[in-house]
C-alpha cells in the first residue's frame, strides 16, 4: 500500500523542514523583535511547533496506519 | 508557610493514590481489562520524558537563559515526525525479539554480544544515577521551600533529610510494582497507569500556575512580556545569543533527538510497556502537544517570577515560589505535587528499567559464566532486581548527598542526555546499517563513553574538591590538549557542548571505521539481517539459522525455570497450534528453540538467554561460508538441480538394466515359444501318420490284405514312435525339475558297457553293423545311478548305429582309466559331426545328420537326456571327430573316492 | 486324365499314406522328399498342386513356395502347404507367401482330399 508509504515519507519531510525551522540560523531571524509586546521568537517557536504537532496528527489520523499496513505477520 | 505534617500528609495521600492506582492497573492487567490499552494513556506514559527538570528546571533555565530550555522539547517532536520511519521500526523489531530494554536491543542486533549488552547497561546506569540524584534532590528542595519560605514551622527533623524518604518510598513503589513478576512481556500496567496518572497531574498543576501567572498576577501574558521587556535584564531573555548559543541549541535538540529513545526509561514506556503498536500513531501528535502545553507557560512562568521573587532565590524553585510569593499556597501545594508527579514518574521507571537491565545483562550472564545459576531461578531474579532497584536509587541518593548545588537541574540532566546519547549512533547504524559490526559498536560506545566521562562527568565530580585541581585545570599528564573542558584545545564551548561534540565525534567515527575494516560472525551477520532487513519480524522463525541437536523437553524444562511450568507448556502448546501439529509432537528444530530463546529472552535478555539455550541445544557453529550458502538461494537451486541431474543418472542406468533384463525375458520367451512349436511339430508327425492311415483302412474295408497289414504296422510302428517320444519327454521333464529319484552306488563302468553292448547285439546284427567293445580289467569305478548309466551307454550306441552305414558299418565300444576318472567312448564310421554343430546335437530335439537323407529314427531327445544323466553325475559329455572319419561320443565320469568307499 | 499333384514331405509314412488317398481320388502323384528335389520336379513337369510341407529338409517349404510364386511359367500351379507345427503365425506366413491352402496336421483325410479337389476345381473354372 504505497499510500501509507507516501504518508510515512511526508513525515520524514516535516522532519527534514522541522530540524531546518527549529534550529538557528532560521531562529535568528526571529530573534530580538516582538509582535504584538510578545517575544518574536517565543510566537514563532510555538507557532511552528503548533504547526508541526498537527501536521503531524492531520497525517497519522487519516485512516491506514502504518502498523496496520506492516502488521502482516499475525 | 506550609504546616510540614499537612506537606507530609498530602505527600503520602498522593503517593498512595498512586500505590492504589497502580495496583488498579496491575489487576485489571491479570483480569484482562487494561487500564492502559489507550493510545492516549499510552501518549501520557511517554510524558514520563517530562521530570522534575522539565517541572523545575525548565522554569529555571528560562529564568536564566531564556527560550533555549526548548531544544529539549522540540528534538523530541522532530523524532516523533519519524515515527513511522524509524520508531515504529524499534517497535516492531523489539517486539519480534522480545526486546526488553535499551541495552537488550543493541545487545541483540549486533549478534547477541553480552559485552554489548553490559557495556550499555554499565553507561546506562552511571549516567542515570546524577538524573536520578536530581530528582531526589528536585523534592527535597521542594519540600524544603515549601516549609521554609517566610520562617514557617522550620526545624523539624523529618524534614531535614527528605532525599533519603523519598528514595525509600520511590525505591518501595518500583519494587512492589516493577519487580511482581517475571514474565516473558516485561510489562507493568500498574506502573504505565500511574506514571500515566501523574502526567495528567504534572500538566495540570503547571498549567495552573501558568494560568495564574497569566491571569491572577498579571493582566494576562501581554502583560508579563511588556512589563518584562521594560527591564533590560529581561529582555534578554527574550533573544538568542550569538554563534555560540547557537550550536548550544542545536547541540541540544540533537540530544533530546537521542534521549528520548536511547533513555532507559523513555524505551521501557514507548516499546516495552507498549500494548499495541496503533497506539504509537497517536502518540506521535498526543506527545509533542503535550509537550508543547507544558512548555508553553515554561518562559512566562518565568518572567513573572522573575518579576515577582525576591533576586537571589533559587531559579529552579520558581514553580514554588511564585504562588508562595503571591500568597496561594495551595496553589503551591499543586505544584508541588505536580513537581513530585514528575520526580516520582521518572524514578520509579528508570529503576524499573536499569533494574531489569542489571539483572540481564550483568548480573544473569555473570552466574552463568559462574555457573551459580540453578534450579528455583524465579526468585532469584526478582531479589536480583529488587537489590538493582535499591542499589540504583541508593546510588542517586549518595549522588545528591556528594555533589552538591553545583549544577542546575537541567546541566545534570544535560549530562546525561549526553551518556544515554551514546548509543543512538549504534542504534540508527544497528537498524539502517546493515554491516554495522559489534566491534564497531563496541569500539564506539566505550570511546564515547570514556571521553564522555572526562569532560562532562570528570568535571562535576571534581568541582567537589576530590580530584587534583591540575587535572581539570591543566589537563591529564599536564599536557594541555587533554584538559576535560577544553579537549585537544577547543576552548570556549559550553562544557556539554564540547562533550557531546567530542563523544559523538569518536563514537560516530569508531562504529563506521570500525565496521567498514572488521568482518561480522555468522551469528551477527544474521541478525543483522533480521534488524535491518527483516524489522517485521516476519521470519523470526524461519530466517533464524540454527543448527544442532535439541530435545523439547529440555527447552520445557529450562525456559520452566524462569517462566513457571503452566507458562511455559502453554507457551509451546501454542506454538504447536500455531503449526497445526500435535503438541507432544513438537520437533525440536530453529522454531522451537527461537521460542525457547524468545520466551527467556523476556525474562533475562536476549545474550542471556542464547548462553542459556545453548547449553540444552547443542548448536553446532555454522561458517561463513554456510551461512551465505543457506543465504543464497540459487545455490540450493543448483544443489537441487545437481540432486536431480544425479537421479536421472541412476534413472537411466536403471532403465537400461530393465531394457537388458527385458531383452534376456524376451529371448527366454521366443526360446519357449521354439520349444513348444518343436515339442508341437514332433508329436504331430506321428499322430498324422497314425490318424491317416487308420482312416485309410476305415474308409477301405476291401483293401487287399498285403496293404492292410502294412498299414497296420505303419500305424503300430508310429505308435511306438509317440510312445518312446513322450516317455523321452517326462524324462527330461523328471529331469530337469530335479523328480527323478537317483540311485547313487558304486558302479562299474566296464560292467555296465558290457552290458549294454550284450542287449544291444541284436539291433547291430540287424544293421549288419560290427560293434568292437574294448573293456580292460582294471577299469575304477564311479558313484552313479547304474540303471541311467546303462540307458547313456544304450543311447549312444543306438546313435552310432543308427548313423552307421548298412552291412560297412563299425562301431567301437571302448573304456579306458583317465588320471581322476573313466572315459567311456562310442565310435563309428558314420558321416560324422560338422564342429559348427557338435555342441548343438545335445540339446532336444536336435538332429544333425545329412540333411537330403531321410530322418534318423529316434526322438531327439535321446542325446539332451544322456548329457542331463551324465552331469548330474559329476561328468562330461562331448563329441568329436573319430580317426576313421565318423564320429566319437565321450563320456567322462569322476573316479569314485576312496575316502566315499570308506563310508 | 487326373489333374497331376506333388507330394513334397519327409516322413515316408506321411508321404506313403498321401500317395495312395490321392491316386486313389484319381490323381497323377509324384513324391519328394526335400526342398531341391520338389522344385527340380516343378520345373521337370509342372504339377497342377503341390502338397508341401514346411519343415521338409534342405530348402524350407516357405522357400520352395516363394520359388513356385516367383515364377511366372508356375503361375497356375496351385499350392497347399502342409505343417506339424500349429499356430496362426505359421499359417499367416504360408498365406502371404501366396500358398492356396494351409493344412495342420494330422489332418483328417477326407477333407484334405475334398479340399485339394476343391482348389483344382477352382483353378479350372
Known sequence: MPREVRRRDRLVALFALGVALFNPPVLWLFTGATVFGWPLLFVYLFCVWGVVTALIALTVERKGSWSNRANVKE | ?903 | MGASILVADDEPNIVLSLEFLLRQAGFRVRTVSNGEAALAAIAEEPPDLVLLDVMIPGRDGYAVCQEIRANPDWHNVRVVMLTARGGEIQREKGLSLGADDYVTKPFSTRELVERVRRILGAARN
Open chain 2, 1 to 903: 508557610m506550609l504546616a510540614s505534617s499537612f506537606l507530609l500528609v498530602a505527600a503520602a495521600a498522593y503517593m498512595g493514590l498512586l500505590f492504589v492506582i497502580a495496583t488498579i492497573g496491575d489487576r485489571r492487567a491479570v483480569t484482562g481489562r487494561s487500564l492502559i490499552n489507550s493510545s492516549i494513556v499510552y501518549a501520557l506514559s511517554l510524558a514520563v520524558y517530562c521530570t522534575s527538570w522539565t517541572f523545575f528546571g525548565s522554569v529555571g533555565r528560562a529564568a536564566t537563559r531564556g527560550l533555549d530550555f526548548l531544544p529539549i522539547y522540540l528534538g523530541p517532536t522532530l523524532v516523533f515526525c519519524l515515527g513511522w520511519a524509524f520508531l515504529n521500526r524499534i517497535l516492531r523489531v523489539s517486539k519480534a525479539h522480545r526486546i526488553t530494554s535499551i541495552a537488550d536491543l543493541l545487545a541483540s542486533r549486533f549478534g547477541k554480544s553480552g559485552a554489548v549488552a553490559g557495556l550499555v547497561t554499565v553507561i546506562a546506569v552511571i549516567g542515570s544515577v546524577p538524573y536520578i540524584a536530581l530528582q531526589l534532590k528536585a523534592v527535597s528542595t521542594s519540600l524544603k521551600v515549601l516549609h521554609d519560605y517566610q520562617g514557617g514551622l522550620g526545624g523539624s527533623g523529618i524534614l531535614r533529610d527528605t532525599e533519603i524518604w523519598v528514595a525509600c518510598v520511590l525505591a518501595l513503589f518500583a519494587i512492589l510494582f516493577g519487580t511482581r513478576k517475571i514474565d516473558a512481556s516485561e510489562r507493568h500496567e500498574g506502573i504505565v497507569a500511574a506514571v500515566a496518572f501523574e502526567s495528567i497531574v504534572k500538566l495540570v498543576s503547571f498549567v495552573a500556575v501558568g494560568l495564574f501567572a497569566g491571569v491572577v498576577l498579571f493582566d494576562g501574558f501581554g502583560d508579563i512580556f511588556a512589563r518584562a521587556s521594560a527591564e533590560p535584564s529581561l529582555a534578554q531573555q527574550f533573544k538568542l545569543g550569538g554563534p555560540l548559543a547557537g550550536i548550544d541549541w542545536i547541540t541540544m535538540t540533537f540530544l533530546a533527538m537521542a534521549a528520548i529513545v536511547c533513555l532507559p526509561r523513555q524505551f521501557q514506556v514507548m516499546v516495552v510497556e507498549n500494548v499495541d503498536e496503533r497506539h504509537l500513531d497517536r502518540a506521535l501528535w498526543l506527545f509533542p502537544a503535550y509537550l508543547l502545553a507544558i512548555n508553553l507557560f515554561v518562559f512566562p512562568i518565568a518572567l513573572a517570577a522573575l518579576l515577582t521573587v525576591p533576586k537571589g532565590t533559587d531559579p529552579d524553585t520558581l514553580v514554588l515560589t511564585l504562588p508562595l510569593v503571591a500568597g496561594y499556597s495551595g496553589l503551591a501545594l499543586l505544584a508541588f505535587l505536580g513537581g513530585l508527579s514528575a520526580a516520582a514518574s521518572m524514578v520509579i521507571v528508570e529503576t524499573v528499567a536499569l533494574s531489569t537491565m542489571i539483572c540481564n545483562d550483568l548480573v544473569v550472564p555473570l552466574l552463568l559464566r559462574c555457573g551459580w545459576l540453578g534450579l528455583g531461578t524465579r526468585p532469584v531474579l526478582l531479589g536480583i532486581r529488587r537489590a538493582a532497584i535499591v542499589i540504583v536509587v541508593l546510588l542517586g541518593f549518595t549522588y545528591v548527598r556528594l555533589v552538591r548545588e553545583t549544577y542546575g537541574l537541567v546541566s545534570i540532566g544535560l549530562v546525561s542526555f549526553a551518556a544515554v546519547a551514546q548509543f543512538f549512533p549504534a542504534i540508527v547504524f544497528g537498524l539502517f546499517w546493515r554491516r554495522a559490526t559489534r566491534a564497531g559498536v563496541l569500539t564506539g560506545v566505550s570511546l564515547g563513553f570514556v571521553v564522555w566521562a572526562y569532560t562532562l562527568l570528570l568535571p562535576s565530580i571534581g568541582s567537589q574538591g576530590w580530584l587534583p585541581r591540575e587535572l581539570l585545570e591543566h589537563g591529564a599528564f599536564g599536557l594541555s590538549a587533554l584538559r576535560p573542558s577544553a579537549l585537544f584545545g577547543l576552548d570556549g564551548l559550553d562544557p556539554v557542548t564540547h562533550g557531546v561534540f567530542w563523544s559523538m565525534l569518536l563514537n560516530i567515527t569508531a562504529i563506521v571505521g570500525v565496521s567498514l575494516f572488521v568482518d561480522q560472525s555468522a551469528l551477527e551477520r544474521g541478525q543483522a539481517a533480521l534488524f535491518v532487513d527483516d524489522w517485521n519480524g516476519l521470519k523470526r522463525d524461519e530466517g533464524r539459522l540454527w543448527r544442532g541437536t535439541a530435545q523439547v523437553a529440555d527447552l520445557v524444562q529450562l525456559v520452566g525455570h524462569f517462566l513457571g511450568e503452566a507458562r511455559t507448556r502453554e507457551a509451546f502448546a501454542e506454538e504447536a497450534r500455531r503449526r497445526g501439529r500435535d503438541p507432544a509432537l513438537l520437533a525440536a528444530d530453529a522454531g522451537t528453540v527461537n521460542l525457547a530463546e524468545r520466551l527467556l529472552a523476556g525474562a533475562i535478555g536476549s545474550a542471556s538467554a542464547r548462553v542459556l539455550v545453548a547449553s540444552v541445544a547443542h548448536e553446532e557453529p555454522i561458517g561463513a561460508e554456510e551461512v551465505m550458502r543457506i543465504l543464497d538461494e540459487t545455490s540450493q537451486a543448483i544443489e537441487y538441480s545437481r540432486r536431480l541431474e544425479r537421479q536421472s543418472q541412476a534413472l537411466e542406468a536403471t532403465t537400461a538394466e530393465l531394457r537388458r533384463a527385458n531383452e534376456r525375458l524376451r529371448e527366454l520367451d521366443r526360446l519357449k515359444d521354439d520349444f513348444v512349436s518343436t515339442v508341437s511339430h514332433e508329436l504331430r508327425t506321428p499322430l498324422t501318420s497314425i490318424r491317416s492311415f487308420s482312416e485309410i483302412l476305415l474308409d477301405n474295408p476291401s483293401l487287399e490284405e498285403g496293404r492292410r497289414q502294412e498299414f497296420l504296422r505303419i500305424v503300430v510302428a508310429e505308435s511306438e514312435r509317440l510312445t518312446r517320444l513322450i516317455n523321452d519327454m517326462l524324462d527330461v521333464a523328471k529331469i530337469q525339475s530335479g523328480s527323478v529319484e537317483w540311485h547313487m552306488e558304486s558302479v562299474s563302468v566296464a560292467a555296465v558297457a558290457r552290458e549294454a553292448a550284450t542287449a544291444l547285439g541284436q539291433l547291430f546284427r540287424d544293421k549288419n553293423v560290427a560293434l568292437m567293445v574294448d573293456l580292460p580289467e582294471d577299469i575304477s569305478t564311479t558313484l552313479a545311478d547304474r540303471d541311467r548309466l546303462f540307458q547313456v551307454v544304450v543311447n549312444l550306441l543306438s546313435n552310432a548305429v543308427k548313423f552307421s552305414p548298412k552291412d560297412a558299418g563299425r562301431v567301437t565300444l571302448t573304456v579306458v582309466n583317465e588320471a581322476d576318472g573313466v572315459r567311456l567312448s562310442v565310435a563309428d564310421n558314420g558321416p560324422g559331426i560338422a564342429p559348427a554343430h557338435r555342441d548343438m546335437i545335445f540339446e532336444r530335439f536336435r538332429q544333425v545328420g545329412d540333411m537330403l537323407t531321410a530322418k534318423p529314427e529316434g526322438s531327439g531327445l535321446g542325446l539332451a537326456i544322456s548329457r542331463m544323466i551324465i552331469e548330474h553325475f559329476g561328468g562330461r559329455a562331448w563329441v568329436e571327430d573319430a580317426p576313421s572319419g565318423g564320429a566319437v561320443f565321450n563320456v567322462w565320469l569322476p573316479r569314485k573316492r576312496a575316502a566315499a568307499s570308506a563310508a
